[in-house]
């Protein structure tokens, strides 16, 4: 039904609004309709613009009052240091309110500070306790977080079967980290039955998502066919993707690959400048020292100098893009003949103002006011 009607409706039967709906029927008729509207949170949006000491300056009234939510704005002010100095003690004490509060973030954060002793006093024992508040709470980080001490056993029940069961949570809430571990867990069947091709599918999503470990896992999953259908090629583009991404163990993997032309076009000099950077991290392999035995001099020279430059391209390698085509006649170049003047023009004519005269406003002036198996 549409407003108009509906208001109309209303008129008709007779029926009457508040005093406050009165004033605004259109309000009280889109209440009706779609529900009330949500309070705009001014100090959220100056803060998600960049403005953090707008934010601040409008959290903090809030935040006296016991407001949970400007509680916990405020501790991230200061957590990551935008626009004030950072203090992580004062972060500390200001989640501790906005926790006492209610708020699972701020329960989340600081169960974070006390497991690393940043701003609190290290203490591993009450990171768990709120991790595990913030978790029944429904934080899925928080779940996460509380699998893993539930598989390091010390400072909650050891136990892979919760463990399992929070991270599949996380996993399903689409967590990165989560998606990862869970799959891992699948495929060694750490607290639930063993599942080959759903660890896979877990490990891609968490590749997909960006997880450059995930990315090294799930290209030696494709590069041996365990829980998805083999294929080299795509296993070779993983690799890839991770090397690119800083990944030591992708970067010697997809060196090997090029240097044999498995899954991709051979290339012994692209291979060599991933093997430089796979060494700069501390990463040597002799045999695919061995496979690139044979480069010339003068690659290998090459290589070595990509890598030292990398991801930048080295100096002499730097070229200039070239215009792209325009459609169309071509139009002459300003130096042709065609474009000269019929009659000579006297820039400064007799009587006229000077060439320093300033445009006025009449003039168009512009005012200026985020098991092992063997793989490659």
């Not at 042709?336 to 103002?353: I, K």
Request: net charge negative; proline share 8%.
């Amino acid at each position: 039904m549409k407003l108009s009607r509906l208001l109309a409706l209303l008129l008709v039967l007779g029926l009457t609004l508040p005093a406050q709906a009165q004033t605004n029927p259109a309000d009280q008729i889109s209440n009706e309709v779609f529900g009330p509207r949500n309070p705009v949170d001014y100090a959220f949006g100056a803060f998600q613009r960049g403005y953090y000491l707008t934010a601040l300056e409008l959290a903090l009234p809030r935040a006296e009052q016991g407001d949970a939510a400007a509680q916990t704005l405020i501790a991230e002010i200061y957590a990551r240091g935008l626009g004030v100095a950072q203090s992580p003690e004062r972060a500390a004490g200001w989640y501790q309110l906005a926790s006492n509060n209610g708020d699972r973030l701020a329960t989340f954060e600081l169960g974070m500070l006390y497991q690393q002793g940043v701003g609190v006093p290290k203490n591993r024992q009450r990171a768990a306790e709120l991790f595990k508040t913030a978790a029944e709470a429904g934080y899925m980080p928080a779940k996460y977080n509380l699998a893993l001490l539930h598989v390091e056993g010390v400072y909650a029940d050891p136990s892979l079967t919760t463990a399992a069961a929070l991270m599949k949570e996380a996993a399903d809430a689409e967590l990165p980290e989560a998606l990862y571990d869970y799959g891992t867990m699948l495929l060694e069947g750490a607290g639930v039955v063993p599942d080959a091709a759903a660890g896979a599918d877990y490990i891609r999503q968490a590749a997909e998502a960006g997880l450059t470990d995930a990315q090294v896992d799930y290209a030696t999953l494709l590069y041996l066919g365990q829980g998805v259908d083999r294929n080299i090629a795509e296993a070779a583009s993983w690799y890839g993707v991770a090397a690119q991404s800083g990944s030591v163990v992708a970067q010697n993997r997809y060196a090997k690959l090029l240097a044999v032309g498995e899954g991709v076009t051979l290339d012994l000099e692209e291979a060599a400048m991933w093997r430089a950077l796979a060494r700069r991290q501390g990463l040597s392999d002799p045999d695919l020292d061995r496979l690139l035995v044979s480069i010339p001099p003068e690659a290998l020279a090459r290589a070595e100098e990509r890598a030292r430059f990398w991801p930048s391209l080295p100096p002499g390698e730097l070229t200039t893009a070239s215009p792209a085509p325009v459609d169309g006649p071509t139009l002459p170049a300003p130096t042709d003949a065609d474009n000269a003047p019929s009659q000579l023009v006297d820039p400064n004519p007799t009587g006229s103002g000077t060439a320093t005269d300033a445009p006025g406003p009449e003039d168009g002036a512009a005012d200026e006011t985020v098991p092992a198996t063997q793989d490659p």
